[in-house]
């Protein structure tokens, strides 16, 4: 029974970043006319802690536009690599526990890429200026509730190649309400794993069947979500020194890799009769 409530809540963590609510992220927790907020030296978070303070954090931290976009996929990746496992209590088990392997070469570059840009904000106290978020929640919430809200930022981007931040005034005042939970325990090496097992991860070289049975095993996925998850690649960069795709810099799989969107999709279904190749430089 512990091992389908562990398998359910990585099921949702993942598959509620992609399968988004369409209605209005308010500032309060939807339905309600007001915002509670807990205390810096309380051992527990309100949504309005999480849904505004914390987006603050991030906002005033990543407030350069180019600093900001390159973090939506980092973010994204970051909670996709905790979520995947391996449990320290059972290796088998994909757990969201805030827990990287640092060792495997699946994970190059989540550490400098990632856990360092946001850990700064987790560890801060409240002397100096921070929240107390290592206090008050783990840091696998911690680490979801960023990737979260980096999504939602991005709708606020218009994905276009040569100009990628709407004007504030041309921005709508709605983002998409993604459901959130908290409730995830930390490893207890946490951010490193605590364990030297690891578990089979995704291999890109794999194809369709491999990879499906892996995330149908972890997290009892459909072939809807298995694919809504896919188009996460739309986020982000490659880089070849991390995944062996890409080039140095950092080469996208799609134009507006700022932005949740199908483009991903319709670059996987070209079939060859496009009559402009624009795309050809992608990768």
């Known amino acids: 029974f512990h091992q389908k409530l562990l398998t359910m809540a990585a099921r949702l963590s993942l598959v509620s970043l992609l399968l988004c ?14 915002c509670v907020y807990a205390d810096v ?7 309005c802690d999480l849904n505004n303070t914390l987006r603050a954090q991030l906002l005033e931290k990543f407030e350069n536009y180019d600093t900001f976009v390159d973090l939506i996929g980092k973010l994204v990746r970051l909670v996709f690599h905790d979520c995947f496992g391996p449990s320290e209590d059972d290796p ?22 990632a856990i360092d840009k946001i850990d700064g904000i987790y560890t801060r106290s409240d002397r100096g200026g921070g929240q107390n978020w290592f206090n ?10 960023c990737a979260t809200i ?26 998409p309400y993604i459901p959130f ?14 364990t030297t097992t690891t578990k089979e991860f995704p291999d890109a070289k794999q194809g369709w069947g491999h990879n499906f049975a892996l995330f149908q ?9 298995y694919i809504a ?13 991390n995944s062996g795709f890409g080039d140095e810099i950092g080469k996208p799989w799609t134009a507006a890799w700022d932005v949740v969107n199908n483009e991903f999709y319709n670059v996987l279904l070209d079939d060859g009769t496009r009559t402009t190749r624009d795309m050809d430089w992608f990768q």
């Not at 609510?21 to 007001?34: I, N």
């Not at 008050?136 to 509730?145: C, V």
């Not at 218009?158 to 709605?174: A, H, K, T, Y």
């Not at 908290?182 to 490193?192: E, N």
């Open 21 to 34: 609510a369409t209605y209005s992220q308010s500032s309060q927790y939807p339905g309600t006319t007001e």
């Open 229 to 241: 998850l896919l188009g996460a690649h739309g986020l982000g960069r490659l880089h070849q020194e």
């Open 136 to 145: 008050r929640i783990p840091r696998a919430d911690f680490w979801m509730a």
């Open 217 to 225: 095993d972890s997290f009892g996925l459909s072939n809807r979500e």
């Open 92 to 113: 088998t088990v994909a757990i969201c526990d805030g827990c990287i392997d640092q060792n495997m070469g699946d994970h190059a570059g989540i550490e400098t890429g």
């Open 41 to 47: 030296t309380d051992n527990y978070v309100t949504y």
């Open 150 to 175: 980096a999504i939602q930022e991005s709708t606020w981007l218009d994905g276009s190649v040569d100009f990628r931040n709407i004007p504030v005034d041309q921005q709508d005042d709605e983002i």
């Open 181 to 194: 939970y908290v409730g995830r325990s930390d490893c207890s090496a946490s951010p490193w794993t605590a």
